[in-house]
């Protein structure tokens, strides 16, 4: 199936509709999702929906853009990216920590002058902003590629100032 209908399907459901690369679709109601992770929430299940519908729109104007390129993200990811609602005192120790190192050395690497202004303007688009690369890429109307090599260096700047 093409993005376009993917996306257009997904979209106007209040399922998430799930295609296959061998063109099979399956539909994952809410009740379903909630039934096989009750660790979940109803909002837990609008928020992957919200994910699952910008991947197929990032998918469809991927396909416009870079002649049919199309994403590796998938249903299974998008739920990876939901944090388990219940924190370890120690994760939660560990994981402000890790903010509090990541930073410092942003900070220190924002304000050390090595970066071009270029750089600068992705770094904080990407690290501070969080926007993806196929975000990024479509602001700045360059090639993916561009702008996937640009933050793997600004990635590895970073490390040396952690």
Known sequence: MLSKYEWEENRSSEHIIYCFADGTTKVITMDDYLREHPEHTAEDFKRIKQLSDEMYRTDY?????????????DFDHAAALLASMEELPLDRVIRLEHWRTARQAAHQLLRSGRLTPVQRRRFIAYFIHG?????????????????????????????QFA
């Open 61 to 73: 104007h991927a396909d416009q853009r870079y002649s049919n390129w199309k994403a590796d993200e």
């Open 131 to 159: 926007k993806s690369l196929a975000e990024i890429t479509r602001e700045e109307n360059i090639h993916h590629k561009s702008t996937r090599e640009c933050i793997l260096r600004l990635t590895e700047r970073l490390r």
